[in-house]
């Protein structure tokens, strides 16, 4: 069984920072890529980016140029660093894990989800 715990959320002000982790425990190999999505009340979840074994790592657009996903791997986690932020970044970030791919947009069912932290941020 894997297992992600999100932490890292918090509220700040606007053009703060932060940087969100995402442990990844139980059997690590097992998962290709992990990927970062925010969820905002009656809005669809939002991709952000992913990180796979490969080391590729696409990101949203709307994202390039100021949130940065990487991965250290002896440490089995995945981190989000967010710059910049703005109070439309405010949301419940997830982590996603998948044994095969990470898309970040579409109906894609991951194998594995955390159990999210909060992001707000203030004008």
């Known amino acids: 069984q894997v297992e992600l715990v999100e932490s890292g959320g918090a509220s700040v002000q606007a053009e703060g920072s932060l940087r969100l982790s995402c442990v990844v425990s139980?059997?690590?190999?097992?998962?290709?890529?992990v990927a970062w999505f925010r969820q905002v009340p009656v809005k669809e979840r939002e991709g952000i980016a992913a990180?796979?074994?490969?080391?590729?790592?696409p990101s949203a657009d709307s994202v390039k140029g100021r949130f940065t996903i990487s991965q250290e791997s002896a440490k089995n986690t995945v981190f989000l660093q967010m710059n910049n932020l703005k109070p439309e970044h405010t949301g419940m970030y997830y982590c996603?894990?998948?044994?095969?791919?990470?898309?970040?947009?579409?109906?894609?069912?991951?194998?594995?989800w955390g159990q999210g932290t909060q992001v707000t941020v203030s004008s």
């Open positions: 990180s796979y074994t490969s080391g590729t790592t």
């Open positions: 139980g059997f690590f190999a097992r998962t290709n890529c």
């Open positions: 996603a894990a998948d044994k095969a791919i990470c898309p970040l947009r579409g109906k894609h069912s991951y194998d594995y």
